[in-house]
């Protein structure tokens, strides 16, 4: 029986800049413990993107009421305290 070798994922965090966490920040693999603690939360946890399809997501954030924009919104609110 062979072991399939499971294939590392390469994220970047496409959202605003927090204490500890930078926009753009790239983790692969698995990601560190402070980094989960930020994944409870659904909004942040959604901008974290799989760096192929980073490209797309940065075309749509920039579209009025696309569901990347309304994502990207409501995690400024967050990061300014707002709920």
């Known amino acids: 029986m062979t072991r399939k070798k499971k294939k590392s994922t390469t994220v970047i965090y496409a959202g605003p800049s927090l204490k500890d966490l930078k926009q753009y920040s790239v983790f692969t693999g698995e990601l560190p413990t402070y980094i989960k603690n930020y994944q409870e939360n659904n909004i942040l946890k959604a901008l974290f993107i799989p760096v192929s399809n980073f490209s797309k997501f940065r075309r749509q954030v920039k ?6 924009n309304q994502i990207y919104k409501k995690a400024i609110e967050i ?3 707002g709920n």
């Open 79 to 81: 990061t300014k305290g």
């Open 63 to 68: 579209v009025e009421g696309s569901k990347e």
